[in-house]
């Protein structure tokens, strides 16, 4: 019984048309393949670093009423400026440092060049507490009620030696801040930190009101202050808080993809790689066929010129995907692929000798096929 059914299943096998049987041995091998082509990382981080903005810190005779940040955030996000005003208090008339600022930019010195600070309406010259010619600071530590330490300045925190007189003075800052970029998803995140954390060195803390404008969609704009007073997130909000809301104040914003877009990120790789070898794959080897039926002599150089030129196609395509969709997602598009030239770099040697093995597989397959058919036709006439 098991003799027959051998003989049965090799009859089967044998009557089954060539084209069907390589068709898939073909798929069962590019999707072997395809699992190890794709493999390329990233080994860059994905977080490009803003502006450090930063409250006061402030000197121990002084009693800060009240704060209100201004943050007028420009279409695109990528940049903000911040208007920053302190009603204080000060007991006492002397030369000293009231407040001290540790905003700096951790790329450049951009907040350096626009950083302004005003008192009582009057612009004041502003320090920067390192002095690279004398390799000193001039700032001294704070004590940190947390750790119960002195911590040290940073290096561009920046601040300004006034006389105060006695009572009360409104300080105004003003500076341009850039967002930290967080690039790990297909379309940027942008991300506005304000630590609120120096305010618990204050001596005394008043009211705080938080005003945010943006010149882009707020139906995708994020904070960590709750409910504005208006109730919804819009465009232009405002805050009043009369205690520390978070440490860190967080203003994010990142638009997602759009429909076209988003369906093509989900479009896996492999799936575009093993429909474009396919449909060119086939393309190639009706173009062989077709030689081969007429006898014609460009059938081997169809044959290698596709062998080369095919399996390339498929990898350019899957190559070109990715910055097919970056332009479809625009100058929100974070650009964060990994190394996608490895695609076609690692992916070409090892889908090259596959391809070549089955058309000169079909090859064959056609030259056998083609010349018995030649030979049938002879001894007819």
């Known amino acids: 019984m098991k003799a027959v059914n051998s003989f049965v299943i090799r009859e089967q096998l044998a009557d089954e048309p060539f084209e069907r049987i390589l068709m898939r041995r073909i798929i069962l091998g590019l999707l072997l393949l395809s699992t190890s ?35 007028n955030i420009a279409e695109g996000f990528n940049q903000a400026d911040y208007d920053v005003t302190y009603e204080i208090y000060s007991a006492k008339e002397g030369d000293r440092i009231p407040l001290v600022f540790e905003v700096f930019d951790n790329i450049g010195n951009d907040t350096d060049k626009s950083f302004i600070v005003e008192v009582d309406g009057q612009a004041v010259p502003v320090l920067i507490n390192y002095d690279y010619e004398s390799q000193s600071k001039s700032l001294p530590a704070y004590h940190d009620p947390e750790t119960d330490t002195a911590v040290q300045f940073n290096n561009d925190a920046k601040y300004f030696e006034i006389n105060l007189s006695e009572g009360n003075h409104v300080i105004n800052v003003k500076y341009s801040a850039h967002p930290t970029i967080d690039r790990s998803n297909w379309t940027n995140q942008y991300i506005y930190n304000y630590s609120l954390k120096p305010a618990k060195t ?31 997130l819009q465009a232009d909000s405002k805050w009043v808080f009369d205690h520390i809301p978070n440490d860190v104040l967080e203003i994010s914003y990142r638009q997602p993809p759009s429909s076209l877009a988003q369906w093509l990120i989900d479009l896996d790789g492999r799936v575009v790689f093993l429909v474009s070898i396919m449909l060119f794959g086939f393309m190639h ?14 059938a081997k150089a169809i044959l290698w010129s596709g062998v080369f030129i095919v399996p390339l196609i498929a990898l350019m395509i899957v190559f070109y995907k990715i910055y097919f969709i970056d332009w479809l997602l625009g100058e929100h598009a974070s650009g964060y692929h990994g190394y996608t ?4 770099v690692f992916g070409y040697p090892l889908v090259l000798p596959f391809y070549m093995l089955i058309m000169k597989i079909c090859d064959s397959y056609l030259k056998r096929v083609f010349l018995q058919s030649s030979r049938v036709g002879t001894k007819k006439a």
């Not at 005003?211 to 960590?224: G, H, P, R, V």
């Open 202 to 232: 204050w001596k005394s803390f008043g009211n705080l009101t938080v005003t945010l404008k943006i010149a882009d969609e707020s139906q995708y704009l994020k904070t960590n202050l709750g409910k504005p007073l208006g109730g919804a």
């Open 37 to 71: 082509m794709f493999s390329y990382a990233n080994m860059a981080s994905p977080i490009i670093e803003g502006t450090n903005a930063s409250t006061a810190y402030s000197s121990k005779d002084i009693d800060i009423l009240s704060e209100n940040i201004d943050i």
């Open 341 to 344: 030239l490895l695609i076609v």
């Open 285 to 298: 080897y009706r173009s062989l066929r077709s030689s081969h039926k007429k006898h014609s002599k460009q």
